[in-house]
């Protein structure tokens, strides 16, 4: 049977032969494989006990990904199907936003307001080890988020390990629908109006237009625009939040690798 291991080695070995034919200046990837391949080797050879070399890819893998950013993902082929499936019938969750920290744990960027999360005191900065017993590290965040989600009333545990107690702890949740929660106005005095956004999902632009016609109705002429734990949010609604207090000039600017650049600009 042949294993990711394998594929993985015999892609390496590839690497390093494109490398030492290819033109000069042009093979500074490839020198970087010979590292990689050298150390892989080793690894396999040398390690004081027999490495599980699955893992060991595994591990090569995330760190990878881990290098580029905090979210990007790696799932096997039932994963992979697992996520698919999660997409395409939305179940029950417990309200956590989650992203990699300090290169492999997988810590809580937010816990929405009102959710199962929140109010069992899960909070920015927990790190979550284990999901129903299946530890985090090397786990994909995509498929965190399948194991997170289930049917309403079912139940989950993580295990959690909070910056002042030393200790993990467990904490037992149950799913629900979870709703983020829309924006909320107020005078904090005769002049001053604050708009708090707790969420950039789809109409949230458009709800937060809304709040300050309303606080102009009772007097505001100057406005405080409160963006903090606003963890779940959409591209497109940053820019028609922007679009609502800027006149004109470049608001946002799409590019990528393989993306033509797009800048969003305000003509008024």
Do not use: W
């Not at 810590?107 to 979550?128: F, K, N």
């Not at 002049?191 to 309303?214: C, M, N």
């Not at 609604?237 to 590019?255: C, N, P, Q, V, Y």
């Amino acid at each position: 049977m042949v294993t990711l291991s394998t594929v993985l080695v015999g892609f390496l070995l590839i690497g390093v032969v494109l490398g030492q034919s290819a033109p000069a200046g042009s093979n500074e990837p490839y020198r970087h494989l010979n590292v990689f391949t050298e150390v892989f080797a080793k690894i396999k050879a040398e390690y004081v006990e027999e490495p599980d070399m699955k893992n060991v890819t595994l591990g090569a893998i995330n760190g990878l990904l881990v290098s580029m950013d905090p979210f990007s993902s790696y799932l096997n082929k039932e994963q992979y199907e697992a996520f698919q499936k999660a997409r395409q019938t939305p179940k029950a969750n417990v309200g956590l936003i989650l992203s990699r920290k300090y290169g492999f744990e997988m810590g809580v960027v937010h816990a929405i307001e009102g959710s199962p999360a929140q109010q069992m005191g899960l909070t920015t900065g927990d790190i979550i080890e284990a999901i129903n017993g299946i530890s985090t590290r090397d786990m994909p965040l995509a498929f965190a988020e399948v194991l997170l989600s289930g049917e309403p009333g079912s139940t989950l545990e993580l295990t959690v390990l909070r910056l002042r107690r030393p200790e993990p702890t467990t904490v037992k949740l149950t799913r629900a629908m979870v709703t983020p929660p829309g924006a909320a106005a107020k005078m904090v005095d005769t002049a001053t109006g604050h708009v708090q956004v707790r969420t950039l999902t789809a109409g949230s632009a458009a709800q937060v237009a809304q709040k300050i016609r309303e606080l102009e109705k009772h007097g505001a002429r100057r406005l405080v625009l409160d963006l903090r734990n606003c963890a779940v949010s959409e591209p497109e609604e940053g820019i028609l939040l922007a679009d609502l207090f800027l006149d004109s000039g470049k608001i946002a600017t799409l590019e990528g690798q393989r993306v033509a650049k797009k800048i969003r600009e305000l003509e008024k």
